[in-house]
């Protein structure tokens, strides 16, 4: 199912000479995490109607920074800068009425604000609204309109955009089904390192839709997808050890990857997990309990 884009973490730079004192300031005093002096200087250049100190001020309230965490100041502030035009703000204010969050929840809302961000180039409010249009919040569901603005995206490399746009030609909605351009689209979100795309990938290459089907690619890339601790990818990646497709058979590594899988306490992993015990000795599952343990300890990127 696509998934929003996330509200905004950064600071807008943008700065208009007759308030640029103000704002300034309040960016060096944000830098130096000195929040108490930044929103001050925020403020002032904000009530003198400055968009980037408005949205700044906006994502100072929303994180609690120098002041105590307030949604409602932080949707007033957005609206404000949003008002002006300021694209940052357009699209953290969609995501806002999205969420629920300082505001009542508001899908139609959510899409104009949206497609105001996404009209300005802003490729996360592209995707988003493309997600609107694709399960029809605040907007009539129109798979057309979906593909048209995750191509907007795609265009600026959205690897999120690229993922949906994959799934769409998979699916066969608002284009005509095609699996090799659905491979093609999985493969740029793959590369940037999409775990939903690096599994789905894998499963196209085990099925051998839009590919020649090749077990030994469908493990390296549920292999990438594993490692960021997607669950399919795991429970995939095990059950191909332990048949041994792509791989050598090891039942030691496929029920490791069943752990893994497992500590959620997701069902198939599981069921999956006892099938796999029962070919084992007590002491190749407390080797595959180590090494589930060890991967879990180790550092991720």
């Given amino acids: 199912m696509p998934v929003l884009a996330a509200i905004g973490v950064v600071l807008a730079l943008t700065a208009v000479p007759a308030f640029a004192g103000d704002f300034e300031d309040g960016y060096k005093f944000y830098e130096s995490r000195d929040y108490a002096r930044a929103i001050k200087s925020f403020r002032r250049a904000a009530e003198q109607g400055h968009a980037a100190a408005q949205y700044n001020l906006g994502l100072m309230y929303r994180k609690g920074q120098g002041v105590a965490k307030d949604y409602r100041q932080a949707a007033f502030w957005y609206e404000k800068a949003a008002a002006r ?160 497709e792509g791989v050598a058979q090891d039942h030691v590594e496929a029920c490791k990857w069943l752990m893994l899988a497992g500590t959620n306490g997701n069902e198939v992993a599981a069921k ?7 070919k084992m000795t007590p002491e190749q599952i407390a080797e595959a309990q180590r090494r589930a343990s060890a991967w879990m300890k180790a550092p991720r990127r």
């Fill in 272 to 278: 999956n997990r006892e099938i796999v015990e029962r």
């Fill in 85 to 244: 035009e300021n694209g940052f703000a357009q699209f953290d204010l969609g995501a806002m009425y999205a969420e629920g969050q300082g505001v009542a929840q508001d899908y139609k809302q959510a899409a104009s604000w949206f497609e105001k961000a996404a009209a300005q180039g802003y490729a996360s409010a592209q995707f988003n609204l493309g997600v609107m249009y694709t399960e029809g919040k605040g907007v009539a569901r129109d798979y057309g309109q979906a593909v048209f603005w995750y191509e907007k995206a795609t265009a600026q490399g959205y690897a999120s955009a690229q993922f949906n746009l994959g799934l769409m030609y998979y699916n066969g909605q608002g284009v005509a089904q095609d699996y090799r351009r659905a491979v093609s689209w999985y493969r740029k979100a793959a590369a940037q390192g999409n775990a939903e795309a690096q599994f789905n990938l894998g499963v196209m290459y085990y099925n051998g839709r839009g590919v020649a089907g090749d077990f030994k690619e469908a493990v390296s890339w549920y292999q990438k997808a594993a490692a960021q601790e997607h669950t399919p990818a795991q429970i995939s990646l095990g059950i191909m050890y332990y048949n041994g």
